[in-house]
């Protein structure tokens, strides 16, 4: 097997190891958003989002981006072979995440009153962030625990933390819905975090490491360097967190509660049915980058391979799901939540800017540029905010999904033209070929899904995946021989 292929079937193991946790996570949360959406209604999902919202903006600025500056400093230590190095960053992560987990938690305790004016206009709601703010310190221990798993490439544990915690989750959250109704949010938004705590703990045991000494002052200073590159990222994080909670704040106020609940419903189906093209890049393919990241010409392969098996997979995904999203929200949600249908069709439409946009940004953050890793995303996250705001003004629902096809068509522009002229990184002619085909696939199946025969649109949009799905598995089996692939595996 030449040095490409292999390349090619390491991008396919990450992306169907995550993949198939992803698809496992799309069947809990469709009982769990069915159950919620019967028992708690629109406003239920908008008050949900709104906690979960503020949470995440909180988190992302406390957490001093240590959940992804600190992949890459286990990453190299864990590349040299040496265990000792490797103890010692590990005991620096523990100690500075158990700060940043404390500092998050005190915070969202001190502004307790103040978050539930801001997010929901009264002070209704301080005791349920008094009660949320544990929440960070568990969130802070439980992703440093997942950033040891990933630096030292203990992803299949890191599946499997994720897989039992979707369950658990489930298992706990709906009976305090049930008996609770909106009263059950807080109980089990912290229950979730716990089960997700105690299941990364247990995984992350596993790792034997090193017994060091090293005083806390020796840990600050040695951390130092985590944190610089750290609040860069978190810097990135915040920006995205932030739109997203002004976003949901506008539309709050604008539209009501229960607008903010549909709106995060067509977040969340976006969310899953992309999440396992998404999740294995933030998993596996940002440590391998950081792996090769002086070399260019390495660099250039790496984003080339990924963002095709990018594409090939999301390509035929987007065709179905936008022929079929009617019937998703009524599987997921109820009729209530019909109004979504039309954003999601238009997010589906940006995706694979998306994809090609992210595969190509993470050289960005793989190299440890600080200065370009800001100004792209404050130039980013301001054309999302303002495309956002501006569409949803003009259209509504729809107009958010179309703002975030435009925007990320746009951020896409941008990204490939600066790393092209910083780094010479560039798309070769085999990745536009697929792009551009795939992409004619997917604005087909959104012409076809406007048309007012139901039967007509499945028909047709069926039609279409297939074709789709066919060329897809002829490109793919060119780059990892999948009828080889299937043949072990029916011999096996």
Do not use: C
């Not at 995440?56 to 190299?76: K, N, W």
């Not at 260019?296 to 391979?305: C, E, F, S, V």
């Not at 109004?339 to 589906?348: D, E, L, S, T, V």
């Not at 793919?476 to 011999?491: A, D, W």
């Amino acid at each position: 097997m030449s040095e490409q292929q292999t390349s090619y079937r390491q991008i396919m193991k990450a992306t169907s190891l995550f993949g198939g946790v992803q698809v496992f996570g799309i069947l809990i949360s469709i009982i769990r958003s069915k159950v919620v959406a019967v028992l708690l209604g629109t406003a239920g999902m908008g008050v949900m989002g709104l906690f979960q919202t503020t949470i995440t903006l909180i988190q992302s600025v406390t957490g001093l981006g240590l959940s992804s500056s600190a992949v890459r400093d286990i990453s190299e230590a864990n590349g040299t072979g040496e265990a000792h190095r490797v103890a010692k960053v590990v005991k620096i992560l523990r100690r500075w995440v158990w700060a940043t987990g404390m500092l998050g938690a005190i915070t969202t305790l001190s502004l307790a009153s103040l978050l539930s004016k801001w997010t929901f206009g009264n002070e209704a709601y301080t005791w349920a962030f008094v009660w949320l703010s544990v929440i960070l310190l568990l969130n802070a221990i439980s992703n440093g625990q997942n950033v040891l798993l990933q630096g030292m490439r203990r992803l299949k544990d890191m599946a499997k933390s994720t897989l039992y915690g979707s369950l658990l989750g489930l298992f706990t959250s709906l009976p305090l819905y049930y008996f609770f109704g909106l009263k059950g949010i807080v109980p089990s938004l912290i229950v979730t975090a716990t089960s997700a705590l105690g299941l990364s703990y247990y995984f992350a045991r596993q790792i034997k490491v090193e017994k060091v000494e090293q005083t806390y002052t020796e840990s600050y200073k040695a951390g130092l360097g985590m944190a610089k590159l750290g609040f860069v990222m978190m810097l990135s994080g915040f920006m995205v967190t932030l739109v997203s909670y002004i976003v949901n704040l506008f539309i709050s106020h604008k539209g009501g509660v229960a607008e903010v609940g549909l709106y995060r419903a067509g977040w969340t189906i976006t969310n899953q049915y992309t999440g396992l093209i998404f999740t294995a890049m933030g998993t596996d393919y940002f440590p391998r980058l950081a792996a090769i990241n002086t070399d260019n010409n390495k660099l250039r392969k790496a984003i080339n391979q990924q963002a095709e098996i990018a594409v090939l997979l999301l390509g035929p995904m987007m065709v179905a799901l936008i022929g079929f999203v009617p019937f998703l929200v009524h599987l997921l949600y109820t009729a209530q939540f019909m109004p979504i249908a039309g954003m999601i069709k238009w997010n589906m439409l940006g995706m694979l800017f998306k994809a090609a946009a992210w595969s190509m940004g993470f050289s960005i953050i793989a190299k440890g540029d600080n200065k370009l890793l800001i100004y792209t995303e404050i130039i980013g996250n301001t054309i999302v905010l303002l495309f956002n705001l501006v569409g949803y003004t003009l259209w509504g629902l729809n107009g958010i999904g179309i703002s975030f096809a435009a925007s990320y068509l746009v951020y896409f522009i941008l990204i490939f033209v600066l790393v092209k002229r910083k780094y010479n990184i560039f798309y070769h002619a085999d990745f536009w070929k697929l792009f551009t085909l795939l992409f004619l696939f997917v604005l087909a199946a959104f012409i076809i899904s406007l048309l007012h025969s139901a039967i007509l649109v499945y028909t047709m949009v069926t039609g279409l995946f297939i074709v789709a799905g066919i060329y897809s598995l002829k490109e793919m089996n060119k780059r990892v021989e999948l009828k080889t692939l299937l043949n072990r595996i029916i011999k096996k």
